[in-house]
């Protein structure tokens, strides 16, 4: 019998391709933005239920692990980190409520990495002793998609319970997980022709390649850019904004936001190129037969939200039940 799950704060379903390419069922998923739940329903067939905070625990059917993509902006180092200021925040013990209720076996959440440092460490404090009080044994572990086959460094803290009342003392290891060498963003292009930057731009003699795999390779030539953001020894950037950086298709693409304009060029083949939707959804692991709906930026803020699949595929063949 195939392990079930539902799926909280599904976006567009990256969390749930994962588990079903590993043969787990979905039974139930919630999430309210309209546009997510427009893709959701395009590629999984199902209309995911809207609003959390009036959903009633007793009308979801039985399953054996929850998801759940937990909004993250509240703790973003590119929001304002307002945590459970944030009514985005609050929307975690939703979430708990419908865990009491249903003493799922199995959790599995994902937030973005500032969440465990986040209020010098007060806010996952908080999360971690509410699961843990649900009756939970915690594991959590910061894991990077450049780990599992993706060209994207996007580093996302995993947490995953198991019910004392079913596991006893079990604890999830993420050691057993299967990583792989990184890949290059090369590797997800289309042979297609790109779109190119024309004007004036810098390139560093000497490409700087970061510990996460990042290749930095210079800047659009923009004023006071040198003087007041770079430094030839060093990787720093300061205020040379994403969008006027260059990074080289030899090394792996930055954490992909939700601002379509701020997308690095890319330096390949000797020229800047603008990588294409189907290469931006390669760079989280979604198949191409993927349907993408709605606008370019609509799927730029979905993407930015989204997680990446095969990291969650691996997850999901060492969860024993």
Request: hydrophobic share 35%; net charge neutral.
């Amino acid at each position: 019998m195939a392990i079930t799950f539902s799926d909280f704060f599904a976006g567009m379903g990256g969390i749930r391709l994962g588990l079903e390419q590993n043969g787990m069922q979905c039974v139930f998923s919630c999430e309210k933005d309209k546009h997510a739940c427009q893709i959701y329903q395009e590629n999984f067939h199902n209309d995911p239920f809207g609003d959390i905070t009036i959903l009633n625990p007793n009308d979801i059917p039985d399953f054996d692990v929850l998801t759940a993509g937990f909004p993250c902006q509240s703790f973003s180092l590119a929001g304002k980190q307002l945590g459970f200021e944030d009514s985005r925040g609050t929307l975690f013990f939703d979430l708990c409520r419908i865990i009491e209720n249903k003493k799922t076996k199995v959790l599995l959440l994902e937030n973005v990495k500032n969440l465990q440092g986040h209020d010098s460490g007060r806010t996952f404090g908080v999360i971690y002793s509410t699961l843990k009080d649900l009756g939970y044994n915690i594991s959590y572990k910061i894991l990077n998609a450049i780990d599992f086959g993706v060209p994207q460094s996007r580093e996302r803290i995993i947490i995953i319970g198991y019910l004392q009342d079913h596991f006893q003392e079990k604890h999830f290891d993420f050691n057993t997980l299967n990583t792989t060498h990184w890949n290059n963003i090369e590797s997800i292009l289309e042979p297609i022709e790109h779109e190119i930057y024309k004007k004036d731009y810098y390139l560093l003699e000497n490409p700087i390649l970061s510990r996460n795999k990042l290749l930095y390779a210079g800047h659009l030539n923009k004023p006071n850019r040198l003087s007041k953001g770079f430094r030839m020894e060093g990787h720093k950037t300061g205020s040379i904004t994403q969008q006027a950086r260059i990074y080289s298709s030899q090394g792996v693409h930055p954490t992909m936001c939700r601002n379509s304009s701020s997308r690095p060029w890319i330096l390949h083949n000797n020229q800047l190129i603008k990588l294409t939707m189907q290469e931006y959804f390669r760079l989280f692991g979604f198949p191409d037969d993927f349907k993408k709906v709605g606008t370019q930026t609509e799927l730029f803020a979905r993407l930015g939200n989204s997680v990446c699949v095969p990291m969650f595929k691996e997850i999901a063949s060492k969860i024993l039940i």
